[in-house]
């Protein structure tokens, strides 16, 4: 059972352009939601993350929108670049326990210049 | 930011040796380590929770004698593939937190080959 489904699966926008990837989840005990960023060959690196009391959180470039009543969330790149070209996993977790997260399965993103 | 270093980034070996990985938190204590294994083009796979001086818990069909994991510190835990075959090959991620209410972080990760 995917407990958090993530997509696209993959995504190519061009230089400027604001890709968007959507995740949705099932358990209602999570109240944790990172995205991680993930160049080939290395590990996947904390990018940005949202709490449930939040609808929305701006980091940089990075936007996340949350929506809980549908159970959704979404990273928006704004402005993106060549060197956004990545894969992006959306996870879930809940703080209250461990910060073990359940990931999404992962868009591959590129961007062409 | 917190860093967790693994090594080695890149291992070959041959079918039937053992192959250890280790990774080290850098600047804060981890009480608790996570390890990962992750298929081309796949999400990330935890295989299994080590917290510092006792038995690693592994996930449902993570074979514990396979994959040996010693979490003797609070900077260090390590990742033994025993008697490697090809289909062990694969990305090993390590990440690491202060404690099971803190964010972990992500090691650089490890591609084995098995040849």
């Known amino acids: 059972q995917q407990q958090v489904k993530q997509s696209p699966q993959s995504l190519i926008v061009q230089k400027g352009g604001i890709p968007i990837i959507n995740c949705a989840y099932e358990n209602t005990a999570f109240d944790y939601f990172p995205w991680y960023q993930q160049f080939p060959g290395k590990g996947p690196a904390l990018l940005i993350a949202?709490?449930?009391?939040?609808s929305e959180k701006k980091e940089g470039r990075f936007t996340i929108s949350f929506n809980k009543s549908a159970k959704q969330f979404s990273l928006h790149i704004m402005d993106s670049q060549p060197g956004d070209s990545a894969t992006y996993f959306c996870a879930a977790s809940r703080a209250g326990g461990s910060y073990i997260p359940t990931f999404g399965r992962g868009t591959s993103l590129i961007v062409h210049p | 930011g917190a860093v967790v270093s693994q090594h080695p980034s890149r291992v070959i070996c041959k079918s039937g040796t053992s192959v250890k990985i280790e990774c080290r938190s850098l600047d804060f204590q981890a009480t608790t380590m996570f390890w990962y294994r992750q298929f081309p083009k796949q999400s990330l796979m935890l295989m299994a929770t080590?917290?510092?001086?006792?038995?690693?818990?592994?996930e449902q069909g993570v074979e514990k004698d396979k994959f040996l994991i010693n979490h003797a510190s609070l900077t260090l835990s390590t990742l033994t593939v025993t008697s490697a075959h090809p289909e062990d090959s694969s990305f090993y991620i390590c990440?690491?937190?202060?404690?099971?209410?803190?964010?972990?972080?992500f090691g650089q990760g490890t591609r084995l080959t098995v040849v």
């Open positions: 080590s917290n510092e001086g006792s038995k690693a818990t592994y």
């Open positions: 990440s690491a937190s202060a404690s099971s209410n803190t964010e972990a972080f």
């Open positions: 949202i709490r449930p009391d939040v």
